[in-house]
Every structure is written in C-alpha cells, then in structure tokens.
C-alpha cells in the first residue's frame, strides 16, 4: 500500500548532445530556408491579456513589407477562434508577435499543438516568450524555447546593446555582420529549453541590467514536436522593425518556419481531449492493487486483504475467485496480494502468477511468488507451485510489489526496501540503533544478498522454482545475488517490460525530506527509473539526480559532515549481510519532489506517489480499437496522490523531450496501476477515495479514443495551490488545496482514514484561540503522533497565505 508519507550535469550532456549534430542540423535549416515556398500563407498572431507593447500595428506593417517581397500572403488577427485545425493547416508559418499573457484557451491550444505536430511553423517574437507563462502548457513554453524573466529598468528598458551572430549558417543570421548594434528591449529568460540552436546573443557588458553573465541567447530556433519553431528575443521598440539588421534578421526566421511547402499531415497529431473517452467497467472493489490481461480479454485483478477476481471483457462481469489461505495480509504494513502476473503462453499452461505475503508455521512472514492454475474462470489455492520466497519483517512496510513478463517467459519482480520511514525526519533510514533494525535500509535495499529493495529477474520453470537468466547484476555469487536485477530501490510499486527495447521501467515512491539539509542532504524525491541493463539505483546512498545523502551518527544525533559518492559506495552497516564495495548509482530517468520541480514541472507538486503503465507499441493491437499512431513509443506513467495520467516522449539519446497530459479531464481517485489491454484502449484501476476499505469509488476503467467526438469542452480546471492561483468552480478555496495537495487521500471529512476526519481536527482546536497558526505550522513541517503512528508529509512548498486558507478550512468543517 502506498503510505501517506507520500534534469547540472544533464544539461551540460545536452548542450554536448546538440553540438555534435548541429552541423547536420544547420544544412537541413538551411535547406529548407532556401526552398521556402513562395505563395505561403503566413498568420500573424497579436492578442494580448497583458502589456500591449506599441510596436504591435508596427510590427505587422514589417511582416507584410516581407511579404510583399516574398510573395507572401498575411492574415493579421487577435481572434484566438482561428486556432482551429480547419483554419491553421492552410497556415504555412504561425507568428506570435508580441503577445501577452493567456490567450488560448484549452482548445485552442490543442489546435496549435496538433499544427506544429503536422508540420507547422512558428515564429516568436519578442514578447512570445511573455505568453501563456502561467499554468499547465508547458509544450509552448518549450516550443517558444524559454520563459520571459524581467528585462531591464536602469537606465531604461530600452538600451543599445551589441549583438553577435553565434551560427552565421542560418536563415534568420547569414545576412547579418558578425556583430552589430541595437537599442531595444533586452529580455532575461528562465526555462531554457535545452534542445534549442542558439543564432545570436546579446554581450551583457554593453549594456545594463543582464542576467545571464558571459554568455546570453537571444535568438534561437530547433525542430520541435514535428514543426519548425523559431525565437528572437528582439522586437520590443518601433525603431527596431525599421532596423535593416533586424528586418534581414526576422525575413530569415519566416522563411525558416515557412518551410519548403510540404502539406501538413495530420495522421500523427495528438488528440483532442474530449476523443479520449472513459467506461467504468466495475466499481465497489476492495483495496484493488494489481491487474493484468488474459489473452481473451478477460481482466485477472488482485485486491490487497487476499481476492482475485475474473472480469470478463465483454460483459463485464467479475467472479470473485478468493485466494490462498495462508496469505498474509497485515492492513497497515503494506502486505497480503500486493501483484498478479498472466503467463505469456497462458493459452496453453493456464498459469497466473501472484505476489503476496504469507505466513510461515512460526507466524513469521514471508514474500511469495507463487503460480495457480486457472480453468473455466476458478483456481484451486490448495495447489500451488512455488517459485521463490523470501523473508520479510513484518512489523513494518514498504514491499513494493509488481510482476511483469518478458515474452520469452523471463519474470520481473519489484520489491520493496522493507524499512521504517520514521524517525529518519524525511531523509534516508541508515539507523544503526539497537532495537531499530527497521530503520536501516543498508541492511536490504543497500544489501547484495538481499532480494528487497530490489528488482529481481529469474526464469520460472514448469516444475516449480527458477533459473537465473544470463545478464543479471551479479554473476559471482561472492559479489550478490544472482536474481538481482537492479538494487537500491526504496518502495517500487509498479513496473513494465518494454519488448521492442527490452528495457524495463518502474516507478519508486521516496522519502518525505521537503527541503534540503546541509547534515542530512537531499529533500526528498520520487522517480521514474529505465533499466537499459542491470544497475545499482542508489538507495539509501542518494535519491533523485544521484543527490547524495551526508553520513549521519543516529546514536550522537549528529551529521558526520561526510557525504556519500554516488561512484563509490561501500555499505557500512553492521546489518549487512553481502558485499561492502557495491555497484556506482546510476540516475533516474525522471524525478521530482513535493514542490514544484524545476527539472521536470509538467508533474506538478502536491503528494506524491509515481508509477508507471506502459510503453505503448501501436502495432501490437487492433487498428480499430488502439489508440492514435501519436502515442507509439511513448511511455504512460501514473501519479496515484495527484490523480493523473501522463505520457512521455523520448529524445533520440532516450532522455526526455517533454511530459504531456493524457486525458486531463478524467478525474481520478487514486489511480494505483495501468495497463494496455489487448484491444490497445489504456485501463486504469483506481484504490478509490478511503483507505483500507471497500469503496463505491474504487473502479476499473477502460480509455478509449472515438474519432468522431471533437466537440468543444472545457478540460476541468487545474488548480495550481503552489503557484498562487486563482481557485474556480469550488465551493471553497481550501478545498481546492485540499484536493490538489493529495490532502483527501489520508483525511475525509466525517470519517476517520489514515488521519483523523476534518470535523474531529475542528473540534479538538475549537476553542484554542492559536488553532490556525497551530495548523499552519503542522502543515508546514508535517509529523505525526498526536492522531496515531501515520505520519503526515511535510507541506513547506505551499506558501504560509496557502497554508492559513487549508487551515481554516480543517477548522471550519
């Protein structure tokens, strides 16, 4: 069970990464800038919600004196109805000049998404990158290539400034002198995108008020998503489209994201959202955990306290199967059925694999992979073959818990570290104590011959048992198990075999740390792991980008001061029971903490809890039933605390290009596990609202796309608590936090859950007169012990205003 307690270096490799190709890159720019077709059709976009800068009628007056030149043809409009795909895919080149603020709706802006990614153009203009700052559309962002920041007040906003061209061999810089003056406007940016070519920059000593030091880009461009994107940070003053430098400048950028006049294909665009449609196929389950596929369709789904169920895929209808008796399900800790597996020749062996916790004649507790057969819908639990075990300290947490198969029978396991996360403040459990071996994550995640905190890998025989497959982390049996895959990881809940590339991704829920300490180190994090090959993830060494923990003395109570090497780890514990020298850490692919994340801020922020679906391969299902070819190659992951669904697209060196919602207006209640079923529609099972029980919103559902429903409708609103935003359509601003900070997951309002029921925090403080600063602190700093053992997650990324308007909501119930 998840507990409530739920991109540097990667820069530099990108810049690297994008000068290697950047020769090849420029012939393909300019190309295309010299084939630029002659009758384009060019919109030009200036709707404004914010600064209406006075260049804007000046501006359109240069672009259609282009034009004229170019033979271009020029539509000037504020009307956001335009973003349509009827009207922009005859739209050759799409520029943002000097826009402000928010001026697309949801729509809208999947119109323009689905233009870029048919083949469209952009150009940006000054104040694009002053546009749709604010919110959840972070594709603009990158597409525009960076984020307005300030620009400069002293002596004026205005100055002269010298500029250098950086890539003389394109479009929008090969008319233009190595360097040349300007007086304009001199933007600082934040959020970069990194994939970016740079054209020209701006020398900050020429000049006051710069922010980027020696090195300031100002004009850039890059293939994005499937279209042409170009960015000048020059156009704020009416002077400068009167400027022979600029103008050659801004005639360039046109023609780059003209292009050479190859139609728009719409074949591989996103969908809308509203051609994502949802069928709730069973409700009313109970602590559902774990699902997987029969060949038939037909859905095999584990509830955590011990119940296998059969639903059909065509009626619907569920058989409760029951389970084995000597399962051990201990409600609190995290154990009983925590994962369910189909054998991939299922048609022939009837085989199902289940990973759950039992108990021994000694009432110890062990781990168990143990396979059924299934006939005519029932299994007989008396006879089961086991294929590995192994011991567990049933006084605590943390199991993990999926299965996934490789199409050549190889099984996947994801165990859990097994390890208390109190008393540690947040941070790692490397708790030496006598008496509080629970604490120690050294002694099973850190620990080569331990099988938790770890993903196994193993070849289940028919007879019961297992091989070790060639290729594991440890082939000498002195150095670790042979069944360990990967090791160092803290609570990996869900995990899937990709067969094209024969990777393996899982998601593993962190530490609770909400800020950093310079004597415990990094805050905490959650992450989304690839395995292109066995590795050693690092836990309790580090968490998130390899942050390095610092050695702490639990019996002094005092840091050490030393902190771990991610490149050289030797597990120091007494509790260790394998080799001290261990495998170098090796970085997730994803990661993100409670706040927002500044690597990776399409997650969010809020509670956290990361699991991943699937990798979706197109050609694997039904034409008629899969989803668009748009996905192909993509991978799904899941946040069970922030309720979403989100896909991630790969760059060509695996690393990711951007996160994306899927179907953001489906609600969720905490979706615990997803996968693709035969029919290529995404089935997501949700645990539901109260924990620990039966709920009527615990569901199975089925996502499919229709083609044919393109009706406009608003995506429910995303409130952002931490940003500062405006709430909508709540009857409270404080249940909006309460909701988007994962708050309902531990608390309802009438019933005890993890945590006490609103109406019982409201009555014990009503009439303690520092009730809300009480309550605005303990949100802040998070613990536990004055309702029971749960601990409640730090919540310090919420401003104080925030935490008052949450507080004064508990306390108004």
């Keep these: 069970m998840k507990t409530c307690l739920l991109r540097g270096c990667f820069i530099v490799m990108a810049v690297l990464v994008a000068a290697c190709g950047q020769d090849k890159f420029n012939n393909a720019a300019a190309a295309t800038e010299k084939n630029a077709k002659r009758d384009a059709t060019i919109l030009v976009f200036s709707k404004t919600t914010g600064y209406r800068h006075e260049s804007i009628e000046t501006g359109i007056e240069a672009i259609n004196t282009i034009a004229r030149k170019k033979g271009y043809r020029v539509i000037a409009t504020e009307d956001a109805s335009y973003f349509v795909d009827e009207k922009l895919k005859d739209i050759d080149a799409l520029v943002f000049l000097n826009t402000t603020g928010d001026v697309l709706d949801n729509l809208q802006q999947i119109a323009m998404e689905r233009y870029i990614q048919a083949g469209g153009g952009f150009v940006g203009v000054h104040a694009a990158a002053d546009t749709e700052w604010n919110g959840d559309w972070f594709w603009y962002r990158n597409l ?13 906003n205005v100055q002269q400034a010298m500029v250098s061209v950086v890539d003389a061999d394109f479009a929008a810089s090969e008319a233009l002198p190595k360097t040349f003056a300007l007086a304009d406007e001199w933007y600082n940016f934040r959020d970069l995108y990194e994939f970016t070519n740079h054209v020209l920059t701006v020398d900050e000593s020429s000049y006051q008020g710069g922010e980027h030091g020696d090195y300031h880009p100002i004009a850039w461009y890059h293939n994005y998503d499937g279209g042409r994107a170009f960015y000048t940070g020059l156009g704020h003053a009416k002077t400068t489209y009167k400027d022979a430098n600029f103008l050659a400048h801004l005639e360039g950028g046109l023609a780059y994201a003209i292009g050479d006049g190859t139609p728009k294909n719409y074949s591989n665009v996103r969908p809308y959202d509203t ?16 699902f997987d596929f029969l060949p038939n369709g037909d859905v095999l789904l584990a509830e955590r306290p011990g119940n296998l169920k059969i639903i059909d895929g065509k009626t619907h209808k569920a058989t409760d199967l029951g389970f084995a008796k000597d399962i051990a399900f201990l409600s609190h800790e995290e154990m009983g059925l925590v994962g369910v597996a189909v054998d991939p020749n299922f048609a022939t062996t009837g085989w199902v694999y289940t990973y759950y916790t039992a108990f021994t004649k000694s009432n110890d507790v062990i781990a168990r992979i143990a396979r059924f057969d299934v006939k005519n819908q029932t299994i007989n639990f008396d006879k089961k073959t086991t294929i590995i075990e192994w011991p567990v300290e049933k006084n605590c947490c943390h199991m993990g818990g999926d299965l996934a198969f490789t199409p050549t029978g190889e099984l996947f396991i994801a165990t859990g570290d097994n390890t208390s996360p109190r008393d540690q403040d947040g941070f790692n459990p490397v708790d030496f104590r006598e008496g509080l071996r629970m604490n120690d994550a050294l002694r099973t995640s850190g620990n080569t011959s331990d099988l938790r905190g770890k993903i196994l890998r193993i ?17 000498n049996a002195n150095e670790g198990r042979p069944e360990i895959y990967a090791m160092g990881t803290r609570n990996a809940f869900t995990l899937t075999y990709d067969a094209k590339t024969g990777d393996v991704f899982y998601g593993d829920v962190g ?58 780890l030797i597990n120091y514990s007494p509790n260790n029971t394998g080799a001290k020298k261990v495998p170098a850490a090796q970085a997730p692919l994803i990661w993100y903490p409670y706040g927002n994340s500044e690597q990776f801020p399409e997650v969010g922020s809020g509670g956290r809890t990361a699991l991943v679906a699937d990798v979706y391969r197109a050609d694997q299902f039904p034409a008629a039933t899969r ?85 406009a409708a608003v995506t429910a609103v995303q409130t952002e608590a931490a940003a500062g935003h405006q709430f909508a359509d709540v009857p409270h601003a404080g249940e909006a936090l309460a909701k988007n ?73």
Excluded at 281 to 289: K, M, S, T
Excluded at 517 to 540: K, Q, S, V
């Design 511 to 568: 530490p609770d740390a909400s800020d950093d300490n310079p004597t415990r180190g990094p805050r905490g994090y959650d992450e989304i792991n690839r395995l292109t090959g066995p590795a050693h993830m690092g836990w309790p060494w580090v968490i998130g980008d390899n942050y390095p923990y610092v050695k702490y003395d639990f019996v002094a109570k005092r840091s050490t001061g030393e902190v771990f090497d991610p490149q050289n």
């Design 275 to 290: 051609q994502l449609e949802r069928t709730v196929l069973l409700d009313h389950l109970n602590e559902p955990i774990s």
């Design 627 to 711: 989803l668009p070819e748009y996905y192909d190659g993509k991978l799904f992951i899941v946040e069970f605390m922030r309720n979403w669904v989100k896909v991630v697209t790969f760059d060509e060196n695996n690393g990711v290009r951007k996160i994306e919602p899927f179907a953001p207006q489906i609600s969720y209640v905490l979706p615990i596990d997803a996968r693709f079923g035969p029919d290529g529609a995404l089935y997501v099972l949700e645990y539901g609202s109260a924990w620990f029980k039966e709920n009527t919103d615990a569901q199975l559902s089925r996502i499919t796309f229709n083609p044919n429903n393109q009706a």
């Design 144 to 156: 525009v290539g960076g984020v307005f920041k300030s620009h400069p007040d002293t002596p004026s």
């Design 741 to 813: 900070n994962g708050c309902m997951a531990c608390h309802k309002l009438d019933s005890a859950s993890v945590g006490p029921a609103f109406k019982q925090v409201a009555a014990k403080y009503k009439d303690d007169p520092n009730a809300v600063a009480y309550l605005v602190d303990k949100i802040a700093k998070g613990g536990g012990g004055v309702w029971g053992p749960a601990s409640m997650p730090p919540f310090a990324y919420l401003d104080e205003a925030s935490r008052q308007t949450l507080a004064e909501y508990v306390l108004s119930r």
């Design 459 to 475: 070849k289940p025989l028919p007879e019961g048992g297992y091989a070790i497959p060639k290729g594991n982390l440890f082939s």
